[in-house]
């Protein structure tokens, strides 16, 4: 009795609440991004990353009261180093983006700070692992255009180490120039 108690609250909530509660967000915004810029300690290492992303209201993921400029985005990247190393990385990441008070009515400035993993087929001395973690923050500015595209640009800086599970932790920190588009 139970279990058939469960699994009709269950069935309710996924038939009735939460497209409910779907209905008053925004729908989520797919975008793409190039990025390119440099490590800047330990050494100096070219990067250059294609981005793909999607952003959802902050609510829609995180069900509690949130601001309403506060936005959660996922982000795969796929980057090359641009020094003559001929090496690669990729990195999943989860970031909380908010908008700040538009500037006109078609710019939009924004910050965005979140954590991800990132694995590198390179290492730079005393680094101990391939697989990182993957902090960053950084700003930017978006500018609308019609049927709610975007194109944006902004400046992140990144760090990645291994957060001392590995008794090698030197970790690169790095600056990076961000053009994309937001649909």
């Known amino acids: 009795m139970k279990r058939t108690l469960a699994s009709l609250v269950l ?23 190039t990025l390119h810029g440099s490590s800047y300690d330990p050494e100096r290492i070219g990067l250059s990353i294609l981005q793909a992303f999607v952003l959802y209201d902050y ?19 796929l980057g090359v180093t641009t020094d ?10 989860m970031l909380a983006l908010y908008y700040l008070e538009p500037l006109g009515k078609r710019w939009r400035p924004y910050g965005e700070a979140g954590i991800g993993l ?18 960053q923050f950084g700003a930017g ?21 291994n957060g001392n599970l590995y008794k090698d932790n030197r970790g ?7 053009l994309g588009c937001k649909f």
């Open 11 to 33: 069935l309710f909530c996924i038939l009735h609440v939460l497209p409910a509660a779907a209905a008053e967000h925004p729908p989520p915004r797919y975008g793409f991004a």
């Open 59 to 77: 609510e829609q993921i995180f069900w509690h009261r949130a601001p309403e400029s506060l936005r959660l985005k996922f982000e795969g990247n």
């Open 84 to 93: 003559g190393r001929a090496r690669s990385f990729g990195s999943l990441n």
């Open 118 to 135: 990132i694995y590198t087929d390179f290492h730079v001395e005393d680094q101990g692992l391939h697989l990182n973690f993957n902090p």
């Open 141 to 161: 500015i978006e500018y609308q255009l019609d049927n709610h595209q975007a194109l944006f640009g902004g400046l992140r800086l990144h760090h990645l180490s």
């Open 172 to 178: 690169i920190n790095s600056w990076l120039l961000m």
